[in-house]
Structure formats: structure tokens, C-alpha cells
T-cell receptor, first 114, second 113 residues
Framework: EPEVTQTPSHQVTQMGQEVILRCVPI?????FYWYRQILGQKVEFLVS????????KSEIFDDQFSVERPDGSNFTLKIRSTKLEDSAMYFC????????????FGAGTRLSVL | AQSVTQLDSQVPVFEEAPVELRCNYS??????LFWYVQYPNQGLQLLLK??????LVESINGFEAEFNKSQTSFHLRKPSVHISDTAEYFC???????????FGTGTRLLVSP
């Protein structure tokens, strides 16, 4: 069964450093999402991406965040200058086009900012 | 804007007992409703969804949920739980089903022998 793949599973970084979280969505899916889950809190929407541009973003997704689909398979989330409060589990999700209503999630990347 | 409330942060239950995990939502428009499950150290997996039609939806592993529009609820039930059902369960809503998911805070189901 096709699945969304995220790498790395755990990323440790120093405050102020840039990180790139990588995702390989399900092949032929057209809509891509990033969510995050701070420990003990609910899953929160960050951004959605379609047709090579952001279609919606939350208040959390400020200028420190960016997304990119650099090639036909990868979907990345970049945090330019990490803060302690960016520590969280980051989930990538993808959805098919043509009426697909289910978002399929990856296993997540745990980001630890020290 | 939509919101989801899961009042129970944790539900302990004995194996083979019935369980209900509550979910209420708020929205000014029609929504699509989802239950996702997160097993320890894993990602989110879709358990079941309500898009339209029959208000009672079922999953392949014995869970069911009923959409109640008047009470704006989408409670998840299982008549007899297994140890392997121990996980975090998230209720989520989406406007039209094509947009972002708005999640509740989750309910941790703890099944003991």
C-alpha cells in the first residue's frame, strides 16, 4: 500500500539553526500538507500546498517557515532560524486530486531544538 | 471557523468492555468528519470518516461512529475493545473534505487486561 514517507524520524538542532524536514507524498497525489503536534497538545495545521503554491497557511506559519516541492517527488518544510518552541512532531500529509477526501499522513519527524 | 472538542483526555477500560470516545464539533457550515488513530511512536492513520449518506459509519476493526447533526457530535464506539486498541484517538473536521483538518485534543484509550 502506498504511504507517505518522512525523513529523518528525529532531528536534533541548536536554536537559531536552519532545518529542513523532508516528505515524499504518495505518488500522483496533488495536495500536500504540513501539521505539527507539540508534545501533549493537539495536531495543528501549518500549511497546504497545491499546484506549486501555498493554498492556505495558519498563523503559526510565519516568515520563518517555507515549503517547497523541489522536484516531482519531495515536499519539504524549512524552518529558517529554529526556536525552542518549534520543538514538536511534524507530520506531512497528502491527498489525491479529483475528489479525494482522505489525507494520508506520514509517521512524522520529531524536531528537538536545544 | 471550525473547532473540535474531545472532553475526555484519557479513557481507561478493561479488555472486552465497550467504549465510547466523545467528539463534538462546531461549524457554521457543513463539515466532513474523521477519526484518526495514533499508535505509540507511529503517525496518524484514518480510522473512519463521514462525508454524507448514512450517519453510521464503520471501520474494518470493529469501531463505529455516528454523525448526529442536531447534537453536532461524532462519537466513536466499540462494543468490545482489545489490548491492541490502546492508542490516541483524534477526531477531526474539514470543511467540504477538501481543506485542512481541524483536530481535537485527542483521547488516549488505555485498555488493560
Amino acid at each position: 500500500e502506498p504511504e507517505v514517507t518522512q525523513t529523518p524520524s528525529h532531528q536534533v538542532t541548536q536554536m537559531g539553526q536552519e532545518v529542513i524536514l523532508r516528505c515524499v507524498p504518495i505518488s500522483n497525489h496533488l495536495y500536500f500538507y504540513w501539521y505539527r503536534q507539540i508534545l501533549g497538545q493537539k495536531v495543528e495545521f501549518l500549511v497546504s500546498f497545491y499546484n506549486n503554491e501555498i493554498s492556505e497557511k495558519s498563523e503559526i506559519f510565519d516568515d520563518q517557515f517555507s515549503v517547497e516541492r523541489p522536484d516531482g517527488s519531495n515536499f519539504t518544510l524549512k524552518i529558517r532560524s529554529t526556536k525552542l518552541e518549534d520543538s514538536a512532531m511534524y507530520f506531512c500529509a497528502s491527498r489525491a486530486g479529483a475528489g479525494g477526501t482522505i489525507q494520508y499522513f506520514g509517521a512524522g519527524t520529531r524536531l528537538s531544538v536545544l | 471557523a471550525q473547532s473540535v472538542t474531545q472532553l475526555d483526555s484519557q479513557v481507561p477500560v478493561f479488555e472486552e468492555a465497550p467504549v465510547e470516545l466523545r467528539c463534538n464539533y462546531s461549524s457554521s457550515v457543513s463539515v466532513y468528519l474523521f477519526w484518526y488513530v495514533q499508535y505509540p511512536n507511529q503517525g496518524l492513520q484514518l480510522l473512519l470518516k463521514y462525508l454524507s449518506g448514512s450517519t453510521l459509519v464503520e471501520s474494518i476493526n470493529g469501531f463505529e461512529a455516528e454523525f448526529n447533526k442536531s447534537q453536532t457530535s461524532f462519537h466513536l464506539r466499540k462494543p468490545s475493545v482489545h489490548i491492541s486498541d490502546t492508542a490516541e484517538y483524534f477526531c477531526a473536521v474539514s470543511e467540504t473534505g477538501f481543506q485542512k483538518l481541524v483536530f481535537g485534543t485527542g483521547t488516549r484509550l488505555l485498555v488493560s487486561p
